[in-house]
């Protein structure tokens, strides 16, 4: 009995020792308040916009991007010998932003060459819509994010500022803790989600970039090819 009485008063807390507190992030989200909830909200929808957004355009110009090395070779002998048919079939075929500016050059064949050029730089801008299609969007996300967190900041310190207004400046901890809830998790949440958004958007930047690189390059073949003396 006296070793069973000792055992448990040693896994008793010793007076003055605090039992050490874990927080989930479910809890931190629910000490926010209401306020705190509807602005933790707000930003998981533009986190979730912001990663499908992210992943369906990096699936779209991962495709956009897939051209057959052997393609450029193709449509020049095809044009050599003119089978221009031949030639607008395989671009057809193809149905890459490659092939469609140069199945807009061959559909001009027999034209004054700055005509060529200039039907080829108008389906070009046409392309890049297309591959900027609401990557626009994650560049808003990544700039609206923070200040909406940063709104929420300022909403919980008023929250702060009033309960302690009205606790007669008895200043208690418990009190305080829902707006200090609300102003450093809206903060913190809207860091990560315009961080995130920030980051996907330069990486949809650079791979369009490389996409129309190369279809000027292609383009620019496609245009030298025609301009070769016969």
């Known amino acids: ?73 193709q449509i020049k002998d095809h044009v050599s010998n003119g089978k ?20 807009k050059g061959i559909s001009r064949i027999g034209k004054p060459l700055a005509d060529i050029n200039t039907a080829i730089e108008n389906a070009g801008r046409l392309e890049i819509y297309g591959l900027e299609k609401n990557i626009s969007i994650l560049a808003t996300i990544s700039g609206a994010a923070p200040m909406i967190g940063f709104l929420g900041t300022v909403i919980g310190m008023i929250l702060a500022i009033f309960e302690l207004a009205n606790a007669g400046g008895t200043i208690q901890m418990d009190v305080l803790a829902s707006g200090l809830y609300t102003a450093m998790t809206t903060t913190v949440a809207g860091l990560i989600v315009g961080i995130v958004a920030y980051m996907a958007y330069n990486h949809l930047v650079v791979k369009t970039d490389k996409v129309v690189y190369k279809m000027e390059a292609n383009s620019l073949e496609f245009l030298d090819h025609l301009n070769e003396p016969t």
């Open 1 to 73: 009995m006296l070793m069973q009485n000792t055992q448990e008063a040693a896994e008793l807390p010793l007076d003055g020792e605090s039992v050490e507190k874990t927080l989930s992030i479910i809890e931190l989200i629910s000490s926010g308040g209401v306020a705190g909830q509807v602005i933790i909200a707000v930003l998981f929808l533009l986190l979730v916009s912001a990663i499908y957004i992210y992943f369906e355009r990096i699936f779209a110009i991962k495709a956009a991007s897939n051209v057959d090395a052997n393609f450029m070779n």
């Open 84 to 103: 221009i048919d031949s030639a607008q079939m395989l671009c057809a075929q193809v149905n890459s932003p490659v092939s469609r500016l140069i199945g």
